[in-house]
DNA sequence: CTTTGTATTTAGAATAATTCCAACTATTGA
DNA sequence: TCAATAGTTGGAATTATTCTAAATACAAAG
């Protein structure tokens, strides 16, 4: 056994040693971004907020981060729109509320009657993980829908 | 009243008409696209296939069809990975199985249990729509997960 | 059936998002 | 310490999408 692990770090560490992966400087930082503020920001945004005590990471490494921490479980992708892939590190059972008209992304828990795991599925298909998202107006938006695609990305 | 309309495309113009938009060749071309064959196919291909009987569209108009028939409630976008945005004619309730080893894309019809309304939404959020996507593997690829993103895009 | 105003299409340029590459650095194991 | 491998970096390349200005098509009004 190593027993050296820094103790902040043992999850992110034997996650990424599951997958063959090894826990760097950078992927400690960009999953601390992520971990840091919870508003599925952008690879774009990881790198900005990233770069602040490490100057020197490029974007490069942090798709490769991002991707690592994808591979290991602990950071999903949220694709909702045509713009950039948003990051959530929150791998609880909870879906995205998506707000058409200033594409902020919203936490939503499940609650009791909902349960993913009951939609039925064809012979064969084998089920890893269930997204769910809703489309609509956010309590700010709530009173003007909007017609063509004009939330800021 | 107007009545002029061909009938196999009546409900396009109505549709179109009701959020103040024209029905035209291109837009009934990219429809017929998209109907034709249900492949959740991404703008680059819906382009190379309307391409066939419509050599001189343009991609521009491609996405203008495509964001004019979504925003009619004709098709929905598709959001499932890094990759290009597919497009779904199929407005019934139904979610979208992605085979995170091949790409693939499937409908899967919801079946009793499952109801999206179900989820609680907190005060203030107006649901437009629910997407649900299931991520895993497809029956061809059942037996053999992978690494990395290699999955054609 | 001409005019006029507006919607739509088009090609191509511009931008945004992501991936690729080759050289350099760090880490691990022998 | 050395070799082998994984990871990082900057920048180029690619892919996806949006923007722009000019040309075209349409619909309503005269």
């Known amino acids: 056994m190593k027993g050296s692990e820094k103790p902040t770090d043992a999850p992110l560490t034997e996650r990424l040693a599951a997958k063959g992966l090894r826990s760097t400087t950078q992927r400690e930082k960009v999953y601390g971004v992520l971990l840091e503020k919870r508003d599925h920001p952008t690879a774009e945004q990881v790198f900005l907020r990233a770069k602040h005590s490490m100057p020197d990471i490029s974007m490069a490494t942090i798709y490769n981060c991002l991707d690592a ?49 009951e939609l039925h599925l064809p ?8 997204d769910v998202s809703i489309h609509g107006q956010c309590p700010e938006c709530g009173g003007t829908p909007r017609q063509g695609r004009s939330n800021g990305h």
Chains 1, 2 share one sequence.
């Open 123 to 130: 012979k064969g298909f084998q089920p890893v993980r269930y």
């Open 69 to 117: 921490l994808v591979g290991c479980g602990l950071v999903r992708e949220v694709n909702l729109d045509r713009g950039a892939t948003r990051y959530c590190p929150n791998m609880g059972e909870h879906s995205h509320f998506y707000c058409d008209t200033c594409g902020a992304v919203y936490d939503i828990d499940y609650v009791a009657r909902f349960r993913a795991s």
